[in-house]
Each structure stands twice: as C-alpha cells, then as structure tokens.
C-alpha cells in the first residue's frame, strides 16, 4: 500500500506542476500534462497512443491490456483542467489529477497480471472541462464517435471523477469520509450485483441510481449510445473549480483503497461468463435511497434527522422493483442535493 501511495502522490503533484500550468487543453501546460500521462502509462507497463481531439486541440491518451476475450471494459478519467485565470493556477488535483493517478497505477496492476476474459482500455480523455464540455470537443465523445474498439464490444465503460478527497468536513465518521459513489450500475444487466460484492478495506461504495445528478462527466456520451456505465465520484467539494484544489488536500490513502477496490471490479466485470452485457433503462430509487439513510444515520444531528424522515416516507412509495413514481424522483434529488452541500 505505501508504494501505491507513493505512485499516486508522484503522478498527482507532477500533473499539479506549474509547468503543467492547469492542463488547458491545446495549451503548452496541456501538452505537459499529456507526456506525464505518457510517462505514467510506459512506466506501468502499458503501451499508451495518442488519439488527436481536433475540436479541443488536444488530445486522448490511450493503453490496452489485453485479455483472452474479444469484448472490452473500459476505464477512464478526464486529465484536462481549467488552466490559468486571473494569475491563478487551477491546478485540479482532485479533478481530475487523482482520477488519472487511480487510473495508471490499476493499469499498472492489470499489465502485471492480465485479466482473464475481456481486454481492457484504458483511457485518459482530454477536453471535459469547459468550454468542450458537451461538444465535440470533449475528448471522450470524440472517442465515441471515432473508437479505437467498436463500441458494440464495450461492456462497460468506468469513469471517474472527484475521486481524491474525503467526503465530508474532518471529524466526520471513517464511513463517511470513505465514502464513494457509483452510480448507473442499474443501466447494466447484472452490473449492480457485481459491484456489490467487490469489498475493499478504506473505501466504502455506495451505489445510487444514475439520474440522482446530471451526467456531468465523460459517461455521457457513453450513456448517449446505450454503452453500459459507472461513474464513480465523491461528489463536489468546497475546493471545487477553485485554484485551492491542490495536491495536500487529498486523502491518498482513500486513494489507495480506491484503486484496489476498481482493480477488483474491473477483473471480476473481466471475468463475467455472459457475451455482450445488456444496456437496460431502468431506475434504482432504492439503492440511492440506501445509501442516504446510511450516510445520514452516521452523521447524526437534527439536519439528518429531518433528512431521514423525508427517506422513510420515499421508501414507502418504492414499488416492488425499487423505483419510485416518476413525480417523486426530484424529492429524491433534492434530498441528494442537500446532502452534497452539507458534505461540502
């Protein structure tokens, strides 16, 4: 654990270099940041390639870990920030250097030893962040449009982002501040399941369903074509967007659990004995319900008092599949709102 500590911090605070000057795509500090990301993967044990984005004049980092099958997963993680504004340095260390680090050191496991079953992609996009946000531009749907495997032979895609920080304000409960989401494991046959039983000491996932937010993140443009998907996250935090998302307030360790964990997921999500895994359209209030009753009964206090309240009254409306009337899913999302600012 303290060399995957160590490989994390390195990554982290060389892609937060002000040589790397944010990591505006198309800009000099952008190129920097794409040959840390190079160097990461080589070192590894992976053989990445460059994959131009035109529309954002960068470009996607690309490595493949092959299995014994001919369908793939994919894992990903946007390496562009904001760059430099007002003579600050947005230097996104949590989003989405942390992401990017996670994402080299479970290549570097997976070269080690291949998984059995499908192969593996790993993708470190370019362009997520504004102003290529939902355009062309952004990097991982210039891949979805021009993929480098057919998307029909993905079965999952695994994305993260704001991955590096402890959830919640310090003194908060060790199940709190471990805490991870994953959401849209219901838009899978059988992906719900699998991430259930993947268990790994320091981190604690809690699943919800994909619409609790908006798909803010390099899974839409996979969601957009019906490529099965999970996004992992800890949710928005007060260093946010801000030139104090820096290297020395992230929780690596949490990282370290974290990499473990998807290392696991991503092995087991190999291994699974089905073809194709199906894409279905489905919702699972309930499991976002779970995961706030327990997230607030750790927290305690008269807020989450009121908060567990307005749960049990949701839970009662569940239907037998777990979904709740579609009139009420923005109860659901404001109480997921709520809780995201009082943790920030």
Request: net charge negative; aromatic share 6%.
């Amino acid at each position: 654990m303290d060399t995957l500590v160590r490989n994390l911090k390195l990554t982290v605070t060389a892609l937060c270099s002000e040589t790397c000057a944010g990591r505006a795509p198309g800009t000099a500090g952008g190129k920097a940041a794409r040959a840390v990301v190079l160097d990461g993967f080589n070192g590894a044990g992976c053989a990445p390639v460059e994959q131009p984005v035109p529309g954002c004049g960068g470009a996607n980092v690309l490595a493949e870990v092959k299995g014994d099958g001919a369908r793939w997963v994919l894992v990903g993680a946007h390496y562009d920030h904001l760059g430099k504004h007002g003579g600050s340095t947005f230097f996104g260390a949590d989003d989405n250097a942390a992401a990017v680090a996670i994402l080299i050191e479970v290549g570097r496991a997976l070269a080690a030893k291949p998984p059995k079953g499908r192969s593996v992609l790993l993708a470190a996009f370019d362009g997520e962040e504004p102003p290529h946000f939902h355009t062309a531009g952004m990097g991982s749907a210039y891949f979805v449009e021009h993929p480098t495997v057919p998307l029909l032979q993905i079965d999952l895609m695994v994305c993260m982002d704001l991955v590096g920080h402890a959830v919640g304000p310090p003194g908060a409960p060790a199940e709190v501040r471990n805490s991870l989401f994953a959401l849209g494991a219901e838009r899978s046959a059988g992906t719900s399941k699998v991430v259930d039983s993947v268990v790994e000491a320091g981190v604690v996932v809690r699943r919800a369903d994909a619409d609790v937010i908006p798909p803010l993140s390099d899974h839409w443009a996979f969601w957009h074509r019906q490529v099965p998907f999970l996004f992992l996250t800890c949710g928005r935090w007060e260093h946010y967007h801000q030139p104090t998302d820096t290297p020395d307030r992230l929780d690596y360790v949490k990282m370290a659990a974290t990499a473990k964990w998807l290392e696991r997921l991503v092995r087991e999500t190999c291994a699974r004995p089905e073809g194709a895994i199906e894409f279905v359209e489905v919702h699972d209030d309930a499991s976002t319900l779970a995961s706030l009753r327990s997230l607030l009964t750790s927290l305690g206090g008269a807020e989450a008092a009121l908060g567990l309240q307005a749960i049990g009254g949701l839970e009662q409306q569940l239907d037998s599949s777990g979904r709740l009337p579609a009139a009420l899913h923005g109860r659901t999302q404001a109480l997921v709102e709520l809780l995201e600012t009082t943790l920030a």
